[in-house]
């Protein structure tokens, strides 16, 4: 009886023993898998980063609103084509150095 009994527990523990290495592959592929993934995709900053993280909500808004007005302005009271086309370009080129003129906090 007690070989049967110590047979049986050896037959459990073996099973015991495989299950416990196929968790043990699976769950080292599964870090392998994470390892490499966190490897490749690109980490993003979060908070306050960037240019635009310089400005406020409103700040921003206004720069929007400002730079629609102005492209409004010059397409409604510019008529040669090519005119409002260059304006456009040279508006959307000037207006970092506009914004930080008019809105950098560094004195």
Same mark, same amino acid.
């Given at each position: 009886?007690?070989?049967?009994?110590?047979?049986?527990? =050896?037959?459990? +523990?073996? +099973?015991? =023993?495989?299950?416990?290495?196929?968790?043990?592959?699976?769950? =080292?592929? #599964?870090?392998? #898998?994470?390892?490499?993934?966190?490897?490749?995709?690109?980490?993003?900053?979060?908070? %306050?980063?960037? #240019?635009?993280?310089?400005?406020?909500?409103?700040? #921003?808004?206004? !720069?929007?609103?400002?730079?629609? =007005?102005? *492209?409004?302005?010059?397409? %409604?009271? /510019?008529?040669?084509?090519?005119?409002?086309?260059?304006? !456009?370009? *040279?508006?959307?080129? /000037?207006?970092?150095?506009? /914004? /930080?003129?008019? *809105?950098?906090?560094?004195?």
């Amino acid at each position: 009886m007690s070989k049967e009994r110590a047979r049986r527990r =050896a037959v459990r +523990e073996a +099973e015991l =023993a495989r299950e416990r290495a196929v968790r043990r592959r699976r769950v =080292a592929r #599964r870090d392998h #898998r994470r390892r490499l993934v966190r490897r490749i995709t690109p980490q993003w900053r979060r908070g %306050s980063a960037g #240019r635009l993280a310089r400005h406020s909500r409103a700040e #921003r808004a206004g !720069i929007v609103l400002l730079t629609l =007005a102005s *492209l409004i302005l010059i397409w %409604s009271l /510019v008529d040669d084509l090519a005119l409002r086309l260059v304006l !456009i370009v *040279l508006l959307l080129l /000037v207006l970092p150095a506009i /914004v /930080v003129i008019a *809105l950098d906090r560094r004195t």
